[in-house]
């Protein structure tokens, strides 16, 4: 049974440019949440996907936009990088039709750092 | 108040003892609560949930919940140092017509042999 993959594993970039992450969901699961995660916190909620529309966003910036596409995987887009951008970046998914939606699974991350 | 409030720690436990975690949630409305797992440099694995008042065991773990005082907490017992790790506790908050998680900042657990 495949887990939640993520891709790449670890991205270094330059204050300004743009950068696209990427997830697939573990088998059977329909839904895709994305979460920055700062050294020494919590994950942070950036926004949830489902049937490839955006269902909810947390606090984040327009810079931040997402897709799902129709096999379930996701996209992450951040434009205009910013130092405070540096995160591991993580990807949760979960079977929302089954009724268990609020059971989320991760992936192994996307570290990303700005210079 | 944060929404989802663990104390930093390190909590420091001898092992074959048992650790104790705790957290407590600011939305009284929250339906379902999770404990994660996160060892330093990876992403964080679910240990266990529970959505009803009082205990649920798995194995050396139970998740303890209180909605009245808004607490949850986790004990492991026979604490080994592969335990020592962050744990994350997560609660959903319904804001939108949908459940979204919300994360505390973890506390960390060590555990010396």
């Known amino acids: 049974d495949a887990g939640v993959t993520q891709s790449p594993t670890h991205l270094i970039k330059t204050r300004g440019q743009q950068v696209t992450l990427r997830c697939s969901p573990k088998?059977?699961?329909?839904?895709v949440s994305w979460y920055q995660q700062a050294l020494g916190q919590g994950p942070q909620f950036i926004f949830q996907?489902?049937?490839?529309?955006?269902?909810q966003r947390g606090n984040f910036p327009d810079r931040f936009s997402g897709h799902q596409f129709p096999n379930y995987s996701s996209e992450l887009n951040v434009n205009a990088l910013l130092l405070g951008d540096s995160a591991l970046y993580l990807c949760?998914?979960?079977?929302?039709?089954?009724?268990?939606?609020?059971?989320?699974?991760f992936g192994p991350g996307t570290r990303l750092t700005v210079l | 108040q944060k929404e989802v409030e663990q104390n930093s720690g390190p909590l420091s436990v001898p092992e074959g003892a048992i650790a104790s975690l705790n957290c407590t949630y600011s939305?009284?409305?929250?339906?379902?609560f999770f404990w994660y797992r996160q060892y330093s440099g990876k992403s964080p694995e679910l240990i266990m949930f529970?959505?009803?008042?009082g205990d649920k065991e798995d194995g050396r773990f139970t998740a303890q919940l209180n909605k009245a005082s808004q607490y949850v907490s986790l004990l492991i017992r026979d604490s080994q140092p592969s335990d020592s790790a962050t744990y994350l506790c997560?609660?959903?908050?319904?804001?939108?017509?949908?459940?979204?998680?919300?994360f505390g900042a973890g506390t960390r657990l060590a555990v010396h042999p």
């Open positions: 997560a609660v959903t908050r319904f804001s939108g017509g949908y459940n979204k998680l919300i």
């Open positions: 529970i959505y009803s008042n």
């Open positions: 939305d009284r409305g929250s339906q379902s």
């Open positions: 088998s059977g699961h329909d839904t």
């Open positions: 949760a998914s979960s079977y929302l039709s089954g009724g268990a939606g609020d059971t989320q699974y």
């Open positions: 996907y489902y049937e490839e529309e955006e269902r």
